[in-house]
Nanobody, 124 residues
């Protein structure tokens, strides 16, 4: 059974940093794309960052480019999201997801496996 477990969320002041982790179990995802999405109250789930399978080419939404960094450790079946210079508008529940293809998709419907989410709250 595939399971994705996120951790690392919390409350931080604007300008601060957090590092999210997503540990996958049940199968190996080294050849699959993994992504981070977020959903704020009353808003649709949106793409934040993605990384291809293998060596990992990265992609970011314009709103986080230059502040967030996605990475993966295939030996640990884990993907990370380093978030720096956080803003109040980054407040949301953050989800990791796996797309069973090499390439990154920005549409949530392309992803087959999802974690339970971790809350990130940025205070002003």
């Amino acid at each position: 059974q595939v399971q994705l477990v996120e951790s690392g969320g919390g409350l931080v002041q604007a300008g601060g940093s957090l590092r999210l982790s997503c540990a996958a179990s049940g199968r190996t995802f080294s050849n699959y794309a993994m992504g981070w999405f977020r959903q704020a109250p009353g808003k649709e789930r949106e793409f934040v960052a993605g990384i291809t399978g293998g060596a990992g080419t990265t992609y970011y939404s314009d709103s986080v480019k230059g502040r967030f960094t996605i990475s993966r450790d295939n030996a640990k079946n884990t993907v990370y999201l380093q978030m720096n210079s956080l803003k109040p508008e980054d407040t949301a529940v953050y989800y990791c997801a796996v797309q069973p293809k090499y390439w990154v998709a920005m549409n949530p419907s392309s992803y087959d496996y999802w974690g339970q989410g971790t809350q990130v709250t940025v205070s002003s």
